[in-house]
């Protein structure tokens, strides 16, 4: 969790090169986290590698839980259209 929370901190401070190094130690020890997943889709989009982010998406949806809480359940559903849109 603390890897996550540091690569939605350097999302957010614009080091997106931090961010990818954090995220890949996030799914390096959580392979099915679905924030990393989805947040590493939304790197990957806006470096414009539209390929690996709809499969991050679509993983990230993949490991989703259903019954996820309403902040939660629309960024899940983000990724979702993201996925329709980049496909």
């Given at each position: 969790?603390?890897?996550?929370g540091a690569a939605?901190a350097?999302?957010?401070?614009g080091?997106?090169g931090?961010a990818?190094i954090?995220?890949?130690?996030t799914?390096?020890?959580?392979?099915?986290?679905f924030?990393?997943?989805?947040?590493?889709?939304d790197v990957f989009s806006?470096?414009?590698?539209l390929?690996?982010a709809a499969?991050?998406?679509?993983s990230?949806v993949r490991f989703?839980p259903?019954?996820?809480?309403?902040?939660?359940?629309?960024e899940?559903?983000?990724?979702?259209?993201?996925?329709?849109r980049?496909a």
């Open positions: 969790a603390a890897w996550f939605v350097h999302v957010r401070l080091d997106e931090a990818t954090a995220l890949q130690k799914l390096t020890l959580a392979p099915r986290h924030g990393a997943l989805i947040l590493s889709g806006r470096r414009g590698d390929r690996a499969a991050f998406y679509a990230g989703a259903q019954d996820a809480p309403p902040p939660v359940a629309r899940i559903a983000r990724a979702e259209q993201n996925c329709v980049i």
